[in-house]
Structures are given as C-alpha cells and as structure tokens.
C-alpha cells in the first residue's frame, strides 16, 4: 500500500499514515504512527476534518497535534511555549513566501537577517516586550522610513502569534510608525530643464524629457516598452513598473492608466524610436551600455547626477521630474482631475494636498460663465410658463 493517495487528503506511507493539509499558505505533510488498516485510515480522515475545522476557526494549535513536528517550531508553534523570535520569524517567512511580491519579500528577508534576528532572535517569543523594540529602535542609525519597513514583518509576525493564542499580548501593538518626512514638489523652471537637457547623452536626454513631460515614474519610464504606444491615438498605457529589477504590476487600477502623449513627450519617443524600436522591447535605453536600463539608481548615477552637475542646476532627485509635470500641468490651468488621472491617483486629493499652490486662484469673474447660462434657461423657462 506504500504511497497510496486518498482522496480525502489521507495518504499510506509504507506502514504509517500520512495527512496533508495548508496552513498559512503552507503545504503541511504530517505521518501518524498508526498501521494503515481501515478502520485508522477512517480515523486519520476524521482527525484531518479536525484539523481543517480548526485552521478555518483560528483555533488550531500546530504542536498540540504534533508536538515533535519541525512544522510546529517553523510556525511559531513549540512544546511548553518557548519557541523564540528566531523560529518564529523564520516560520511567519515562509508562510508567507508564495503570497508576497517577491521585491517586497526580499526587503523583509532582509530586515529579519540584518535587524530583527540579531535584535531579538534568542529572546523567548513570550518575553518579547514592547519596551526592547522601543530601545533597539533608540539604536538604529536608518531613516524614520527604513525603520517602519523594518517593522513590518516583526510586526505581522507578532500579529499572527497574537491571533493564534501563542502570546498573550502584542507588544507591536503599542508601537507606532516613527514620522516620515516625504520630499516635496521643488519642480524644475523651463530654463533649469533646458539647462540639463543639454548636458545629457541622446538616450537620457529623450528619457529625461519624456518623463518632464508625462509625470511617469521612474519604475514605470524603466519599464516601457514600445508596444505600450498609441501613436495614432497619441498615448502611452501603463501596465507595468520595474524595482530592484523586479516587472511589478500596477498595485492600483489607477496606477494602470492611459496617457495622453503632448507634444515634447512625443518629440523625446520619435527620437529614442530611431535608436531602438527595432529591438522591440523597451524603450529607454542608457547610452553607456547600449541596453535597457535596470533601475532608478543606475540612471541616478551613470546620467542625472553629472547633467545637474555640468548644468550648474541646484540639485533635485530624478523625482523631481514627476513634481515637474504636475506643476506645470496645474500652473497652465488643466482640470486637477485630468491631471490626477494622467498621473496615476485614484481621486485628485493628492493633487490637491500635495501641488494645491500651483492651482490658479479663482478669477474676479468665477461662477459668471454658469450663472449666465443657467440664469438664461431659467427665464426663458419662466416666460415660457407664463405664455401658457
């Protein structure tokens, strides 16, 4: 009967039995010291309906059923409770290793290998105390916004062990992201863009200009590839965005949008069509390597930090460029809304909050144009009315 399956997610493993079952997003094999005769192949079936009823009601507590399992010291889960942040945290990873993006899993391997384990790794899981994380964090020498991005494992972690019984409390519960300070809009003036237009390479240079005058970040400029052009409709679409080298999909429906492609932005695409549409790939290409570019940082330091250099321009990060399209978009008078949409925001609140000073003031004759026409219908109305 050796390596017999059932359906019913029982399976004979030479002389045990075998249930397999998911938890938090893991395939779990567990053998049961019974013969494999009929009547504990019904019995393993039914302790598997345990299981499953358990997982689904949040009740379900791994080393109970097995306590000598390596699965139960993975999940967090040990013999008399002393499983230590180490176990946990590497049980939580691989729990949620197939559900996360895999830039965003990488930035929580690394969080847990270079802070979180050295940190708190050999403390008891039931011991960890909001008090040590408030003075590791006293330690760390990383942005307010590093910090926070640290956190999140630790803290979806802590939540897990919380919701499933393991500790009492959460000590995450009682700590709060650090403040961050997002750069604002210092957008360049049309002399400033001129300025270092001039000093970058054909292929930068039709970047750089396509990105002033789209608003498109810099993943998404990366990412863009030639049959992503509408040229008899004049746009671009959006489909996808390129971190640490990594194709990422839109998180927004918003983010997935069609762009209206002005007059600059088409002049930078017919240049660069010239130098690589036959490639039939991406667009962008950087002029050292004659091949795409692989990320924001490569085009930072081999293009944009030598033009703002030898332009003589106060420096701005290449993010700046987005804020660029905004003001000037907003500045020359386009709906918010149309502008909130080109670049990618779900409602124009964003806009609002973060580029409100370049949205011109109402004029003296504001509301004349929609009192004239709907003060004209309503007397014509009226006089109709009184024909009657």
């Not at 005058?213 to 998404?220: A, D, F, P, S, V």
Request: proline fraction near 4%; charged fraction near 25%; glycine fraction near 8%.
């Amino acid at each position: 009967m050796g390596g017999r399956a059932n359906k019913s997610g029982v399976t004979v493993r030479g002389d045990s039995i075998q249930i397999d079952f998911r938890y938090r997003g893991v395939r779990c094999r567990e053998t049961l010291k019974l013969t494999a005769t009929k009547a504990n192949m019904k019995y393993a079936e039914n302790f598997r309906r345990i299981i499953l009823h358990e997982i689904a009601t949040g009740s379900f507590d791994y080393a109970a059923h097995f306590p000598d399992s390596k699965r139960a010291a993975m999940f967090g889960f040990a013999r008399g409770g002393n499983e230590t942040v180490e176990v946990a945290m590497k049980g939580y990873m691989a729990a949620i290793h197939r559900t996360t993006a895999v830039s965003t899993f990488r930035d929580y391997e690394s969080a847990v290998r270079h802070h979180l384990i050295p940190a708190f790794g050999h403390i008891q899981l039931k011991h960890l105390a909001a008090a040590q994380v408030r003075a590791w964090i006293s330690t760390l020498d990383i942005s307010n916004k590093r910090i926070n991005n640290v956190m999140v494992p630790l803290r979806g972690m802590l939540k897990d062990a919380f919701a499933d019984g393991i500790i009492d409390k959460d000590p995450m519960a009682r700590i709060k992201n650090l403040p961050v300070v997002r750069e604002d809009p210092d957008p360049f003036s049309p002399e400033e863009q001129e300025a270092i237009l001039a000093e970058l390479r054909p292929q930068a240079h039709n970047l750089i200009k396509f990105a002033l005058w789209t608003g498109l970040r810099t993943g998404e400029l990366i990412a863009l590839e030639w049959g992503d052009i509408d040229w008899k409709r004049g746009e671009v679409v959006v489909r996808r965005s390129i971190t640490r080298k990594t194709v990422k999909t839109p998180k927004t429906a918003a983010g997935m949008r069609e762009i209206k492609l002005l007059g600059p932005a088409m002049d930078a695409l017919t240049n660069q069509k010239a130098l690589t549409f036959l490639e039939g790939g991406r667009v962008f290409y950087n002029d050292r390597t004659n091949s795409p570019w692989e990320t924001d940082a490569q085009i930072r330091r081999t293009a944009w930090e030598y033009a703002i250099k030898k332009s003589g321009v106060r420096y701005r990060s290449p993010y700046q460029t987005r804020h660029t399209y905004a003001s000037m978009m907003l500045s020359a008078g386009e709906s918010p809304m149309w502008v909130a949409r080109q670049m990618g925001h779900r409602d124009w609140g964003l806009i609002r909050t973060r580029y409100g000073r370049w949205i011109p003031q109402a004029d003296e004759g504001a509301g004349s144009r929609a009192e004239a026409l709907f003060s004209h219908k309503m007397a014509t109305n009226k006089k109709a009315n009184q024909c009657k």
